[in-house]
């Protein structure tokens, strides 16, 4: 039983006898020769281009299709050896791959980086320069996009058969200006030179269906069953980008999925008369992928948005169970056991009912059946505890989108609510409460709860997170199956975020411990004695110094502000969210600031020079999120106008804070920010990228924070690398109902003088009442953040990082530790424990390298 779908513009292989020969061919030199002959081909005979052209555009394309000839070559070799060995399979889908630059990264992890230099050097071409020139791929939002991506890399290192499905939106994540002081959002066209990493694979089209109805029927064998007609259709096509291990030979794949009209969705409306309708209804079926939603914690209830989860959830499980049928014919008994699917949130978690409408209405299989295999091979990470982000969407709407799903999800709520029901007799407000549906004059499906009941794991992204999921959000389901529920803590790739973004540090770690860290990042441990040597330390010192060098040029160049390398960096970059208190960050500037405007010089006498460098998007929506950047903004002109300040403080915002920012601002910062409301930041995963660093973090016990910290006192035997700040979760919660944060104000001289600095208009004088709105929310009783309750604890904790500052020898030994206890913060230890854990594949070594 094939699913029925219609390919389109699809070229496919029909060759009498497709023999090896059609692609047997000797593997691809790696020398410096095999690269200048290649990159030439392409300049001159694929593009066409001769000694006339000057853009950088053809040389950049000419490089990354000669380094594509040898990842996908690596790709089929992969495929093969994984094919041959039969092994079981794990599938990431995820609305987000936030993957940034892919250049750098290739040729690290070919082993390429100096031979590509040589080559290009010999062809008059600055590497360097086509790598800065190479557009971010910013299909992602934040901390879960940018996790996917790390997540790929660590599983092609680690040799696993692992394969991500996305989608390939037009639009990424916008760009960011700042225009008289406010965000201003432009679009990001990234493909509109293309991009030549990936591989356009139109054979593999796949039909989706939206809206229509329902109706029973009788099959041959006089069996009732279900179809879904009447539907409007649009065509999935996807696209492989390369996930090269670090040199490994194994190169794993993203498949990123392209809406396409049908040939007959504008056939219909042609015949009736009406083109341009026609026309413009193929366009509507492509806005599918056009744009990446820009929020990244409140759901906003988009029929589009539905419309993109269920886009990615249906072709990307067609065309594992079409490759199944392929394989294995239509016994889907052994399916459970050779695949799993991790859904990155519950943004594609249509695929739990699309999985049992697969299975029933195509495979024919029955509900017990479908049930059982949904249930073993589906597996949900939550990233967030925030209410407001938890996906819910209206009956209705639901639907009429997608009729067929619907009664599915009713049905698996049917059957759940039993269960829950012979469990707790009579509890009918558990029922209630742990319904899929959520009753009320807008009934709505709760996707979480779909995404738990549908899965055999369900985890949270770092041990504080995954224990209040279980004590609060998800506290039934956990009575329910408490085996379900467990913790992986993140990480971040080492590739990428030390050897591919700081090449000095790489250097100094490969010359005092050998590369071995590069995959096993434990053993940066080793490091830990080398903090007591003084010379070991200057070196350290001058890798810090030149990176900083590195990012002021940055912060010149993108804020107009000069930042002094040997102040103090104190950066925060991440989305900008009342709950991440950036606005915390501010007061605790204009507090430095006042001090030094009272010229009392008891109080600035051991200054230590701080540059504040603050980053990040708001979501276009998020009326007080744009106010806290313009606040920073007027604040950082008035600092950094005032000549009676000079060099003792800076304060910049940088615009458009993106992957390839974040690989120059790690390194060059010393004091990395992670302040969030205790109990609110699911993880955080810059915290790790700075740590890596070598940066110190000023952090609350929140998220990854509390295993940051206990790393380090695990190394060092006491607390003191880390400035611990605020309030526990505990007593965030425990606050609640009791908060007066107009009595904190008042009783505390420096929070009064920074809010009454606020309140005269000092920072907005030519535009009153402006901050309203940030000023309200502090003195807010329910300001849920709790600003003012952690003012003094977060300026004492500032102060203890200055005086700490000021002693070098020490604070580069705390920055070295920092580096030396942030082994356990890779994502190659994060997939290790997903796998053996959830997934449990084996590694397949590839046949090359
Ligand atoms: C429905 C719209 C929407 C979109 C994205 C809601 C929520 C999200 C994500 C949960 C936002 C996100 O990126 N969360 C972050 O995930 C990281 C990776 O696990 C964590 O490190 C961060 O703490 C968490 O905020």
Partial sequence: MSINHRTHNMRPLRVSNPTTELFAQPPLGMEVADLTA?????????????????????????????????LMERARKTRFAYEEAGVKHAYYLSLEFLMGRTLGNALLNLGLDTVAAEALGQLGLALEELIDNEHDAGLGNGGLGRLAACFLDSCATLQLPVMGYGIRYEYGMFRQRIENSRQVEDPDHWLRDGSSWELERPEHTRRIQYQGRTEFFRDAQGKQRVRWIDSKDVLAVPYDTPIPGYRNGTVNVL?????????????????AGSYPESVAAKNAAENITMVLYPNDASENGKELRLRQQYFLASASLQDVLERWELHHGIDFSRFAEQNCFQLNDTHPSCAVPEMMRLLIDEYNLEWDAAWQITTHTMAYTNHTLLPEALERWSVHLFGHL?????????EINAHFLTEVARRWPGDTERLARMSLIEEGP?????????????????????????????????????????????????????????????????????????????TRLDELRRLAPHADDAGFRDQWQTVKYRNKERLAK????????????NALFDVQVKRIHEYKRQLLNVLHVIHLYSRLKTGDPALTKDWTSRCVLIGGKAAPGYFIAKRIITLICKVAEVINSDPTIGNRLKLAFLPNYRVSAMEIIAPGTDLSEQISTAGKEASGTGNMKFMMNGAITIGTLDGANIEIREELIKLTGNDDNFFLFGLTADEVEATRGAYDPNALIAADADLSR????????????????????????????????????????????????????????????????????????STDRTMQEYNAEIWKLSSVASTST
């Fill in 38 to 70: 290649d990159i030439r081909r392409y300049f001159g005979n694929f593009y066409g281009r001769d000694k006339y052209c000057r853009s950088s555009h053809y040389p950049y394309h000419s490089l990354v299709l000669t380094l594509r000839d040898r």
């Fill in 255 to 271: 498949r990123l999925w392209s809406a396409a009209a049908t040939d007959e969705f504008d056939l219909g409306e042609f015949n």
């Fill in 402 to 410: 997608l009729p067929r799903l619907l009664e599915i999800i009713y």
């Fill in 442 to 518: 807008v009934p709505h499906v709760r996707m979480a709860y779909l995404a738990i009941v549908g899965s055999f794991s369900v985890n949270g992204v770092a041990a504080l997170h995954s224990e209040l999921l279980v004590q609060g959000l998800f506290r039934d389901f956990y009575e329910l199956w408490p085996s379900k529920f467990n913790n992986k803590t993140n990480g971040v790739t080492q590739r990428r975020w030390v050897a591919g973004s700081n090449p000095l540090l790489r250097q100094l770690l490969d010359t005092t411990l050998g590369n071995a860290w590069l």
């Fill in 554 to 565: 940055l912060v010149l160049r993108d804020c107009g502000v000069v930042f002094d390398p």
């Fill in 754 to 825: 920074v809010m009454k600095l606020l309140e005269s208009g000092h920072f907005n004088a030519f535009e009153p009442g402006l901050f309203e709105p940030i000023i309200n929310a502090i003195r807010s009783p329910h300001d849920p953040w709790l600003v003012a309750a952690d003012f003094r604890s977060f300026v004492d904790a500032q102060e203890r990082a200055a005086t700490a500052y000021r002693d070098r020898a020490g604070w580069t030994r705390m920055s070295i530790l920092n580096t030396a206890a942030s082994g356990k913060f």
